[in-house]
Nanobody, 127 residues
Framework: QVHLVESGGGLVQPGGSLRLSCEAS????????MGWFRQAPGKEREFVSA????????YYGDSVKGRFTISGDRARSRVYLEMNRLQSEDTAIYYC????????????????????WGPGTQVTVSS
């Protein structure tokens, strides 16, 4: 059985930083794609970032570009999200997502492209 487990969420002040981690177990995603989505209260789930392990290419949503950095450990099927200059608008539940395939670029932004999801970790940006 496949499990994704996120960690690293919490409360941070505006302008601060957090690092999220996600570890997969039950299968390898070394040839596939792992990423992050988020959902704020009353809003739809939003693409944040993804990494395609073959080639190591990374992708970001417009709202986080330049502030967030995704990285991954292909051998261990782990993905990380370094979040800097956090704003109140970044407050959300952050979900790790994974798929064993190398998702095409145009589909990275769609939840339906990912077969596996973690339970989520809360990130709250507040003073």
């Amino acid at each position: 059985q496949v499990h994704l487990v996120e960690s690293g969420g919490g409360l941070v002040q505006p302008g601060g930083s957090l690092r999220l981690s996600c570890e997969a177990s039950g299968r390898t995603f070394s040839g596939g794609t792992m990423g992050w989505f988020r959902q704020a209260p009353g809003k739809e789930r939003e693409f944040v970032s993804a990494i395609r392990f073959i080639g190591g290419h990374t992708y970001y949503g417009d709202s986080v570009k330049g502030r967030f950095t995704i990285s991954g450990d292909r051998a261990r099927s782990r993905v990380y999200l370094e979040m800097n200059r956090l704003q109140s608008e970044d407050t959300a539940i952050y979900y790790c997502a994974a798929d064993a395939s190398r998702i095409i670029v145009s589909a990275l932004w769609s939840e339906q492209s990912y077969d596996y999801w973690g339970p989520g970790t809360q990130v709250t940006v507040s003073s």
